[in-house]
């Protein structure tokens, strides 16, 4: 079978290869999972339900998981002991619509609507598939610059608290293994919640922050401070992955395939694609296999350009999940 070629030095010529798919042969240790909305969240799990079912692995057995905005909705799933949600007419045993995560979805998809419609059209726009990266584009690196920014937004009075209720409800704790990215309001810092300098939360308030699009959710205030959606900084923090010399990391990427030809869009997926492979060169340094995954040609038509839109929600997890089942065939 085959393996994923390493990436090259430069982000631009690995951009093209990304999005292909290849055999995995080894369970991964760690899996960091990137932001990219309901839709997103969609992607990520039918493809992480495909590699079970074709595999055979159990992939909530990973040694770790670094979860941001919507990837840490999936890695709250998996860290509480939860399968991967599959196509409705996949019949797998223990399988079902609550287990998949469904409120999840549900949650942050009504969440977003709600709150678009009160914002208007431009609030809309902030939630597609490259709002979340806005701040990283106009200020990659620059903490001060970024938490300018972040504080010159007015603040939504909209939050995620039906979201935070049922990750609670999930049980999912940090038990060493779970990592939840956000963004310090003040300083334009990360934070990874459930590394050992983070501050103490509940997983449910971390996913919470991470989620928090600033565009549409007031911010999450945690310990004194306010924490925004972890997308800001990266749209992946794979960096952040706790791996060393032979660990085998993957990375799913919601953002690097995206449709469109529009400037804009243009744009944010050579950064979504270009962040991932430097932060992926950065662990490749430390001797890690890191193994990037974007979606397909399929799952990318599937999703669109609005990832915080639900109404195509069947069609991407069915699409992402045949791109799961490739990986052993290819």
């Known amino acids: 079978m085959a393996t994923l070629r390493r990436a090259e030095p430069d982000p631009a010529a690995e951009a093209p290869r990304i999005a ?70 996949i019949d797998n045993g223990s399988f079902s619509d609550e287990e998949a995560g469904s409120e999840s979805v549900d949650g942050l998809a009504s969440a977003a609507m709600y709150a678009a419609k009160r914002a208007g059209a431009w609030a809309m726009a902030a939630g597609a598939a490259f709002a979340p990266l806005a701040l990283g584009v106009a200020a990659p690196g620059g903490a001060v610059m970024r938490a300018a920014m972040l504080r010159r937004l007015p603040t939504p009075r909209e939050d995620l608290s039906r979201l935070r209720n049922r990750i609670e409800r999930s049980g999912a704790r940090f038990d060493g293994r779970l990592r939840v990215t956000a963004v310090d309001r003040r300083n334009g810092r990360r934070v990874v919640f459930g590394s050992p300098r983070a501050p103490s939360v ?7 922050a991470s989620c928090t699009v600033p565009w549409l959710f007031a911010p999450v205030e945690i310990q004194g401070r306010e924490y925004v959606d972890g997308g800001v900084w990266s749209p992946t923090n794979l960096d952040a992955a706790p791996a060393g010399r032979d660990t085998h990391v993957v990375c799913l ?20 694609r270009s962040a991932m492979s430097v932060e992926a060169l950065a662990l490749r340094r430390r001797g890690t296999d890191v193994q990037l995954v974007a979606p397909s040609a399929e799952a990318a038509a599937a999703m669109g350009t609005n990832f915080m839109d639900p109404e195509p929600t069947d069609r991407v997890i069915s699409a992402a999940y045949r791109q799961g089942l490739r990986l052993a065939d290819e």
């Not at 798919?21 to 992480?48: K, Q, R, S």
């Open 20 to 89: 292909s798919l290849i055999a995995m042969i080894t369970p991964p240790d760690v899996l960091v999972l990137g932001g990219g909305g309901v839709l997103g969240e969609a992607w990520m799990m039918g493809v992480l339900a495909g590699i079970e079912d074709a595999t055979g692995f159990d992939l909530r057995e990973c040694e770790a998981f670094v979860g941001t905005s919507a990837g840490a909705i999936v890695a709250a799933h998996l860290a509480a002991g939860q399968s991967p949600r599959r196509p409705s007419n």
């Open 202 to 208: 509940s997983v449910a308030q971390a996913v919470q």
């Open 253 to 272: 990427n919601p953002t690097a395939s995206l449709v469109g030809s529009s400037n804009v869009l243009t744009v944010v997926r050579t950064v979504a």
